[in-house]
């Protein structure tokens, strides 16, 4: 009790006093404080007082904590050796399971390499940045120093290897990116490691799997490219550039890639797939159906619309285990080439099969795959035979039997030379000479897509032709020499290229002076003395150099001091040269003025002469009007009745001055004629009525000359255009004139028959004939032939006639023959179109026949 009160006094002496008497005054203790503090054992009169029951109550509660401090104090004791018991028990526990993983490590074929975060963070290359090793280490021994180090193992490894293991060891501990690799080490071991993050740690796996642990390894790794390379070949597909698809075994679409969903306008290839949207056609679908049939790959080539275009397709599918595969590949450009390519080649053919020469190619199998028609022409082959493509031997075989190759002393060794021509690079460029007498010049190369093409060409004319031509050079030189003329060529350059003695011999120059194609400067300047005249000089160099740049064609007339006169001609050639001719015409010259006067003085006399018979004959015309028709008024006996005889006589005289009168009036129309004045009087003519009326005109003196006349003229042979009063005088002229050359007994046969556009107009007699020798002048003026007992006419009547002819634009044929007769036949058109001047083209009469 005496314990248990003092601590209660200790404590309350340390309470102080003031603060008990402040806790005393500030109000008075409950009954329930009271009691307590008497339970605790203060006597009731401190338990009484508040002070002093102040103070014991506070001492209490003190003691009261220092004894809870303690009993807590206790317990955490016995908590904290417990505690510390299972952390023994719990640490004793992972030592063992340590060593057990160290001792499970040690014992591991495969070497751990651990790098620790200290080693993390430590400077690479450092000893601090070594890993911690474990396992199977036999190999990791640095044999110079005995350590186990990571680097050691890199330099036995290959160098790539080791290059791609330390980089992937790096990132493993700078990242904790995970990897996992097959190594090769410099003695042929292979090593697998696998890197790792294990919490804070860096870990490495090294495995030896060189023996089966090697081939499942490399299994593994293949199976992981084949993953890969299947992964990017599907990407690859996925995003190629065309379409490409695989089908089922009943068709329907499975895969599409993006391409193919383009080209099908279709949202991504799952809708294209969904729904079933065709790239190809029905008919494309069905070949490639039927070609799968009975093979594993089927092609072809397809045109499809792709994005709103028309493109052309090369398709290709393969048959798969679990259905169809396919690819369409864009040949557009690849078509549009081809069809550009066939159009050059069947235009290449076309037009090689319109050239002369042969050609023939044959392929890299030796056989003919094309010719031309010139081919089959020249050497005769039947086109059915070269349609089924003989080889080359073949077609030599055939030639030969044809006797259509060069005769050859062993066929077969050079039927064999002809096949190297399709190993050589060289062409071949020979002439055969055949046994028909033809020359096939060949030309034979290697062509650009394989094979030989060969070219005949028929050189059988050509080398005739340059035979000829030099036999024609060397007779053209040879004549060029023996010429007159001087000839002398002149090149584009100035120079002499050609000359003749002739050229020599008018300029006095010698073949010293003409060798070595001296220029036409020099020429110029070795002629001067025999031509001063530097304006003819120039003429002759502009012309030879065209100088001037105009080439035309010069000739002039050189009149040299000599007194000489040379003619000469400057012709431009068409390869650029220039042609001289140069003639002396001195001789030539003066007679060619003396027979200009001559031919003045002609003219002027027959001028003369036509003035005067002109005159002549219009001063007849009056006095003969007179004769006329005084003695028809006495043939009348106007003024008294007249004998026999004087009857006789005035009809001789009456028929006298009618034929003067007609031979006055011819020579009239002809001087009209030849004067170019005569005109026609145009108008439609019905020719049986001239033929008619031309008999009956004849009727009288033939039935006096006792000549028999008839007429062969259809009565339709209709109208011509044509001056009417001149072709009755033709035809009384033609009838005239047989009636002068016919005999009693003879027979006249007037006609007129119709071509085309024109009519003939004949006389035909039996007469006389005219003589060969005489025939080419009847028609000229004043050209008059009798026979024995007849006399001469005028000469005028067949003249007259062939100006009235030409004057209508026809011409007269005549046909005669001594003792058989005569036919003259005029030929009009049916529509006479005279030119607005006649002029006369007879030639000047000499003589004049009065008769």
């Known amino acids: 009790m005496r314990a248990g009160c003092a601590a209660p006094a200790l404590l309350l002496g340390l309470v102080p006093q003031s603060a ?43 003691a009261f904590a220092g004894v809870l401090a303690a009993i807590t104090g206790l317990r955490a004791s016995r908590i904290a050796r417990r505690v510390a018991l299972e952390r023994e028990t719990s640490l004793a526990a992972l030592e063992a399971r340590l060593d057990a993983a160290e001792a499970i490590l040690a014992a591991e074929p495969d070497a751990v390499f651990i790098w620790t975060p200290e080693t993390l963070r430590a400077a690479p290359g450092t000893f601090q940045a070594r890993p911690r090793i474990v396992g199977s280490t036999a190999t990791l021994v640095d044999p110079s120093s005995g350590d186990l180090d990571f680097n050691y193992l890199l330099t036995r ?35 697998e490691a696998e890197g790792r993050p294990a919490g804070a740690l ?106 709103g275009e028309r493109r052309a397709l090369d398709i290709v599918e393969q048959r798969m285990s679990d259905g169809v595969a396919g690819i369409a590949i864009d040949v557009s450009d690849l078509d549009e080439a081809e069809a550009e390519l066939r159009r050059h080649i069947e235009s290449h053919a076309a037009t090689l099969d319109r050239v002369t020469t042969a050609v023939a190619i044959c392929g890299p199998d030796k056989r003919l795959t094309f010719r031309n028609r010139a081919f089959e022409t020249l050497w005769g082959l039947e086109p059915h035979w070269l349609d089924g ?20 002393a062993n066929f077969q060794a050079w039927k064999q030379s002809r096949m190297e021509i399709y190993t050589s690079t060289e062409p071949v460029d020979e002439y055969w000479h055949l046994p028909d007498g033809r020359t096939i010049k060949l030309l034979a190369q290697a062509h650009p897509f394989g094979g030989v093409i060969y070219l005949y060409e028929n050189v059988t004319e050509r080398l005739n032709l340059e035979s000829s031509y030099n036999t024609l050079a060397r007779v053209q030189r040879e004549t060029i020499d023996h010429l007159y003329e001087g000839v002398a060529v002149f090149g584009s350059d100035g120079r002499l290229k050609l000359y003749n003695p002739a050229y020599a011999s008018i300029w006095n120059l010698g073949d010293g002076d003409l060798g070595g194609e001296p220029h036409v400067n020099e020429l110029v300047e070795m002629c001067r003395p025999l031509l001063s005249d530097d304006a003819e000089w120039e003429i002759l160099k502009n012309g030879v150099t065209n100088m001037s740049g105009i080439r035309t064609q010069i000739t002039g007339r050189l009149d040299r001091p000599d007194g000489s006169v040379v003619d000469y001609a400057q012709v431009p050639l068409p390869d650029g040269a220039t042609l001289m001719t140069y003639v002396d015409v001195t001789d030539s010259t003066r007679m060619e003025q003396a027979l200009r006067d001559r031919n003045d003085a002609l003219e002027t006399a027959d001028r003369l002469k036509s003035e005067f018979i002109s005159h002549v004959s219009y001063q007849l015309r009056t006095p003969l009007t007179n004769i006329l028709g005084f003695g028809e008024i006495l043939e009348t006996e106007m003024f008294g009745p007249l004998s026999p005889r004087q009857h006789e006589y005035m009809q001789g005289i009456l028929e006298s001055s009618e034929t003067l009168i007609d031979v006055v009036n011819d020579i009239l129309d002809l001087a009209v004629i030849e004067a170019g004045a005569m005109t026609l009087d145009l108008s439609d003519v019905e020719l049986s009525e001239v033929i008619y009326a031309t008999e009956e005109f004849a009727q009288r003196p033939a039935q006096k000359n006792k000549v028999t006349l008839r007429v062969e003229c259809p009565k339709d042979i209709g109208i011509v255009r044509a001056d009417e009063k001149r072709i009755k005088q033709i035809m009384i002229n033609l009838l005239s004139n047989s009636l002068a050359f016919t005999s009693p007994g003879d027979t006249i046969v007037i006609g007129a028959a119709r071509r085309d556009n024109s009519v003939e107009l004949y006389v035909e007699d039996t007469g006389i004939g005219i003589k060969p020798e005489l025939q080419s002048n009847v028609f000229d003026r004043f050209e008059a032939h009798s026979s024995s007992d007849r006399r001469r006419g005028a000469g005028l009547g067949l003249s007259l006639v ?7 634009g026809g011409w007269v044929t005549l046909e005669s023959a001594p003792d058989v007769g005569t036919r003259v036949t005029c030929h009009l058109p049916v529509r006479a179109a005279p030119p607005a001047t006649q002029t006369s083209t007879s030639p000047v009469p000499t003589k004049l026949e009065v008769g």
């Open 20 to 62: 008990a008497a402040q806790a005393t005054q500030s109000a008075p203790l409950s009954n329930g404080l009271i009691e307590t503090l008497t339970a605790l054992g203060l006597p009731p009169e401190a338990a009484a007082d508040p002070a002093l029951a102040t103070s014991y109550a506070v001492a209490a509660g003190l």
């Open 389 to 408: 493509g003989p080889s080359d031997g073949e077609i030599l075989d055939e030639l030969r039997a044809r006797r259509r190759l060069p005769e050859q």
């Open 802 to 808: 062939r100006s009235f002819v030409e004057l209508h």
């Open 157 to 191: 490894l290959e160098p790539e290897n080791a290059g791609r293991l330390n980089t992937a060891v790096q990132r493993l501990r700078t990242r904790g990116a995970r990897f996992s690799l097959h190594v090769q080490s410099t003695d042929g071991r292979t090593f």
């Open 202 to 307: 860096a870990v490495l796996w090294l495995r030896d799997v060189t023996g089966e642990r090697a081939e499942v390894s490399r299994l593994k790794e293949r199976l992981r490219q084949a993953e890969y390379s299947r992964a990017r070949f599907e990407e690859h597909i996925g995003t190629a550039p065309f379409p490409a698809w695989r089908r089922s075994e009943d068709g329907a679409l499975v895969w599409v890639n993006a391409a193919y969903a383009r080209a099908v306008d279709a949202a991504s290839p799952e809708d294209a797939v969904a729904r079933g949207l065709e790239l190809l056609n029905e008919e494309t679908l069905s070949a490639l159906r039927r070609a799968l049939f009975d093979r594993a790959r089927a092609h072809e080539r397809s045109h499809a619309i792709m994005a």
